[in-house]
């Protein structure tokens, strides 16, 4: 079956930075795309970032562009997910997720998804 599993998370301040890694298995890897999707209290899952895992072709939300890069091993079958200047409005639990394509992903999740279990991510002075 398929397995998403985040690590990474943490607390870190304003400005700061975090890796975060998804480690995967059960699924034929270059068959799909894999992403994050983040959620924050109260709000809707936003797509940030996905990336294909046969030509490591990459789309990002706007809100995240130019901080956040997305980048895979195959070798390893894990993505990363690196977040340079980190602001409190980035705080939200960061799901690992795989889908048929990134337009499904980001910037809004549609149909089914898989995800991992999260990981929490708390911009905080």
């Known amino acids: 079956q398929v397995q998403l599993v985040e690590s990474g998370g943490g607390v870190v301040q304003p400005g700061g930075s975090l890796r975060l890694s998804c480690a995967t298995s059960?699924?034929?890897?270059?068959?799909?795309?894999i992403g994050w999707v983040r959620q924050a209290p109260g709000k809707e899952r936003e797509g940030v970032t996905c990336i294909s895992t046969s030509d490591g072709t990459s789309y990002s939300a706007e809100s995240v562009k130019g901080r956040f890069a997305i980048s895979r091993d195959n070798a390893k079958r894990t993505v990363y997910l690196q977040m340079n200047s980190l602001k409190p409005e980035d705080t939200a639990v960061y799901f690992c997720?795989?889908?048929?394509?990134?337009?499904?992903?980001?910037?809004?999740?549609?149909?089914?998804?898989?995800y991992g279990q999260g990981t929490q991510v708390t911009v905080s002075s």
């Open positions: 059960g699924f034929p890897f270059n068959d799909y795309v």
């Open positions: 997720a795989i889908h048929f394509t990134c337009e499904r992903l980001v910037p809004e999740p549609r149909g089914f998804p898989s």
